[in-house]
């Protein structure tokens, strides 16, 4: 079946009709600033003209979203980075608009689905998807479909703890692995050690250049997510880990290098599975959003 998929984010929408395993049409407009109902207005507006420009009938749309959501009412709670997003109602919005089925799926395990399916884990029976960027993201695919858990919240990666005590998350816990591992922490630590605003970027620049703090908050951050990974894998045990990013991928093979050895270091006498940078990157959550549609059923 060809499906519509929307990634929704903070400053973009994108969109990418999916055919078979090929993105048959892709467009990406800016998320407005106007509150929920200017950016439901957007989403229509962009889906009608992919609708019409599609090669074939599309058949569905899927939408992934940031934040928490409730499955059973195609509500989304909560949209970090969108102001005035609470508790919308995107997926009735969205078929009355367009007349279609419409599915939602968190972001992160919207991506996963795409690495999964098409990506970096493909064909194999079970994978964990996990996101490092601004913030620390993740999503559990077994049996080819997304597990969310009994209340919608596995897959969280970002919020274990990991440094007890450490750094406040936004979440509100203390030493959460996107507290001290997110792009966001390392320009926080990054800015305090050189005592001028620095982002993630310049950090990676600095270290590549044997800067001796840049290696220790480089290493330091490396050393958390692969301890984290290392958890995982002893408790969800997937055959294939894929780890994407700005982060995740940009840090390049040196960066994921240490993140192997950190993970080896932590699961000891338990066997790795294989850690992968992502293939899809920028384009996993639109195509993972048109999958989300397709395995609805």
């Keep these: ?4 998929g929307i990634d929704l984010g903070g400053t973009k929408i994108a969109l990418g009709v999916l055919d078979g395993g090929e993105l048959v049409y892709e467009s990406r ?8 109902e200017a950016v439901l207005q957007t989403m229509v507006a962009a889906a009608r003209e992919a609708l019409a420009a599609a090669p074939t ?9 940031p934040g928490p959501i409730d499955y059973r009412s195609g509500v989304v709670t909560f949209a970090p980075n969108i102001p005035d997003f609470k508790n919308v109602p995107v997926v009735a919005y969205l078929q009355e608009a367009l007349d279609l089925p419409v599915y939602i799926e968190n972001d992160a395990n919207a991506a996963a689905l795409a690495e999964h399916h ?6 194999a029976g079970s994978s964990l998807y996990v996101t490092v960027s601004t913030g620390i993201g993740g999503g559990l695919i077994v049996g080819g479909r997304v597990w969310r858990g009994a209340l919608g919240q596995a897959g969280e990666l970002g919020h274990l703890t990991v440094l007890p005590g450490g750094p406040l998350c936004g979440c509100g816990n ?17 800015s305090y050690a050189y005592a001028r605003e620095l982002d993630t970027p310049a950090l ?30 002893k408790l969800f045990d997937p055959e294939v ?4 990013g700005g982060v995740g991928v940009g840090g390049g093979e040196e960066y994921l290098e240490l ?3 950190a993970y080896r270091r932590h699961l000891r006498v338990w066997r790795p599975a294989p850690l992968r940078p992502a293939r899809l990157l920028e384009r996993a959550g639109v195509i993972g959003a048109a999958l989300t549609a397709r395995f609805a059923n």
């Design 204 to 233: 990676f620049e600095l270290w590549r250049g044997g800067d001796e703090k840049a290696a220790e908050l480089v290493f330091g951050a490396a050393g958390y997510l692969g301890q984290a990974l290392a958890d995982a894998q």
């Design 259 to 261: 993140v192997r050895r």
């Design 1 to 4: 079946m060809t499906t519509l």
């Design 118 to 123: 098409l990506g970096a884990a493909r064909g």
């Design 29 to 36: 407009v800016a998320t407005p600033a106007g509150g929920a």
């Design 241 to 244: 880990i894929v780890i994407g």
């Design 174 to 190: 203390r030493g959460c692995l996107e507290a001290v591992a997110s792009g966001r922490a390392l320009a926080r630590e990054a």
């Design 57 to 65: 009938p599309v058949g569905a749309v899927g939408v992934g979203s």
